[in-house]
């Protein structure tokens, strides 16, 4: 079986659906097709470690009903995943054994769990999140866990924790580093979210290794470094790769993602763009080539490759922003901070509520908000601006009050 050429997506996660809804938006009258390992509709990924579990039977998160790809002669092919890449002949091949024609191919695979390297990470009542069925399962052990055990102290383990705790599990997050979100968060709030999920009755374990998970049959313990923990539901999130392998074994480059340039083009061949998180490209706001994984930056880069195959070209150059809800905590973050840069923290109007602003070379480059939406709103607006936000800027203010000044000035900001 084939198909006429035209654009082909790889993937039916938020990049990919950006990808073609824009295509369709931005005039594109070719013929689309996207193919997707999954047997669900594209849907969001975000609440699947929020809040999807409080009714796991319940989970409505579909970005768009079937008719929406119907309507817009999307070719919408579910449960075909593709299998190889072609890219002398210009086509796909897909576990059925479909080969698929294309104009334009868009890589929109995403990434996938680091597997835990322990012995008895295959036991029943162990579990990674990453898709829909994860979190579903997840959702199930989690009307009867007492003893869960978060593998893991970054964004989706201590969305996750918060998710137990809310069930009435007795929950223990270990983290292997000193300290939780240690490369996504200054240090300077690390240890005001460490308190902050501890109140909440989350035990928390920093430095810990774990060693092994025991059980007969089914989990029972959790063995580390630091003692043994009780366990009958096992949860972890070290960590992504990019699922990049069909674009090295088609002789693409490749480095820790698909290799590509300020607009989203495969650097071995512009008729291959690489979207959201299986992608490396130039960004103006980090030091080198970056690979991004979040909403929303699937969601830009996919739109803009649409655009550009549509006939409008630009440079990727959306600033990167992020979020995570840990119950009662709603972490922001808008820009990229370095390691060595300058870190001011401040607190908000309400005890909840604080910033840490990071600086380079006396200009803001990245703002960490915690319970503070106005504020992160403010930072998004200030960093996408030319003019640039010093540390003097901010004596005794907020980047509220400061956008709220410069607007009333006349500045660009």
């Not at 191919?105 to 295959?122: D, E, F, I, M, Y």
């Not at 928390?204 to 989990?219: F, H």
């Amino acid at each position: 079986m084939t198909s006429a050429a035209g654009v082909v997506v790889v993937g039916g996660g938020q990049a990919g659906f950006s990808v073609v809804s824009t295509l369709r938006s931005a005039g594109y009258d070719g013929p689309v097709t996207v193919l997707a390992d999954e047997h669900h509709l594209p849907y969001q990924r975000p609440p699947l470690s929020k809040k999807a579990h409080t009714d796991p039977e319940g989970i409505h998160v579909d970005l768009v009903p079937e008719s929406f790809y119907r309507e817009r002669d999307i070719d919408l092919r579910l449960g075909d995943g593709v299998t190889a890449l072609d890219t002398a002949a210009r086509t796909v091949v897909t576990g059925s054994g479909t080969r698929v024609p294309y104009e334009h191919l868009v890589l929109a695979t995403g990434a996938r769990n680091r597997r835990l390297p322990v012995p008895g990470a295959s036991l029943d009542g162990v579990h990674a999140l990453r898709s829909l069925d994860d979190a579903l399962a997840i959702g199930r052990a989690l009307t009867t866990a007492r003893d869960v055990v978060v593998i893991g102290g970054g964004f989706i383990g201590l969305e996750l924790a918060q998710v137990a705790v809310a069930r009435g599990a007795r929950v223990t997050v270990v983290e292997l580093a000193d300290r939780l979100l240690s490369r996504a968060v200054s240090p300077q709030l690390q240890e005001h979210l460490r308190e902050r999920h501890e109140s909440s009755g989350v035990r928390i374990l920093t430095g810990t290794a774990v060693k092994a998970i025991d059980g007969a049959g089914r989990v029972e313990r959790v063995v580390t470094d630091r003692g043994v923990l009780a366990a009958d539901l096992v949860v972890y999130g070290i960590g992504a790769a990019p699922r990049d392998e069909l674009a090295r074994d088609a002789g693409l480059v490749v480095d820790d993602g698909v290799i590509v340039d300020e607009q989203l083009r495969s650097v071995s061949d512009p008729r291959i763009s690489a979207v959201g998180d299986c992608a490396r490209h130039p960004h103006p706001h980090a030091d080198g080539p970056v690979r991004l994984e979040s909403v929303q930056n699937a969601t830009d880069q996919g739109a803009l490759v649409g655009r550009r195959i549509a006939g409008s070209p630009a440079p990727y150059r959306s600033l990167p922003w992020f979020w995570s809800d840990q119950g009662a905590v709603k972490l922001q973050i808008a820009g990229l901070r370095a390691s060595t840069d300058e870190v001011l923290v401040a607190e908000g109007d309400a005890p909840e509520r604080l910033a840490a602003y990071a600086f380079r070379d006396d200009r803001l480059v990245a703002v960490e908000t915690l319970n503070w939406p106005a504020e992160h709103l403010a930072a998004r607006r200030l960093l996408e601006r030319p003019v640039p936000v010093r540390a003097a800027d901010l004596a005794g203010s907020t980047l509220g009050a400061l956008a709220r000044a410069r607007r009333t000035a006349g500045v660009r900001a």
